[in-house]
């Protein structure tokens, strides 16, 4: 059994950890979208590895963990990621900051997803303060990427 097989599968289940690890709720209001940063990463690295299925899958394991109807964020993130697949190669060209920015776009569509769903499912409000997670994927989007890139390097991912 090589580990580097498992690596997109280990990657993400450390992402759904960091997504529900319990955390003061002054600090909660900013949790970066710890899956959907992992998940943009390997898709715009391996496309032919990490793909919509994979996300649709990563969301229903997340509806499990966070409680919430399932398919909500399987497929906030299937759409999400979809947007980022189908442009990929255009993506790939771009610095890392510049990457930045569109996974702050992608999160932004991600957020709005959710709160259209849950609205239509349940009675919530808008809150501005629901798109802080927004800033601080950009924030970690470089330092993902750089860790992820040197993971895939270093095993030998392809």
Do not use: C
């Amino acid at each position: 059994m090589k580990v580097r097989h498992y690596t997109i599968a280990i990657t993400l289940l450390i992402a759904m950890v960091f997504q529900i690890i319990p955390v003061p709720v002054q600090l909660d209001l900013y949790r970066p979208d710890w899956v959907l940063i992992v998940l943009s990463y390997w898709v715009m690295a391996l496309p032919h590895r990490a793909n919509v299925g994979v996300a649709f899958t990563s969301g229903l394991a997340l509806d499990i963990l966070l409680g919430t109807a399932m398919g909500v964020h399987s497929f906030a993130l299937s759409i999400s990621i979809y947007v980022l697949a189908a442009n990929y190669q255009r993506l790939r060209n771009y610095s890392v900051w510049q990457q930045a920015v569109i996974i702050g776009v992608i999160s932004a569509l991600y957020h709005s997803l959710l709160f259209w769903i849950l609205r239509l499912l349940t009675d919530v409000t808008f809150r501005f303060e629901e798109l802080w997670p927004v800033l601080t994927s950009m924030a970690l989007w470089p330092w993902i990427f750089w860790l992820l890139r040197k993971v895939r390097r270093q095993l030998r991912i392809t």
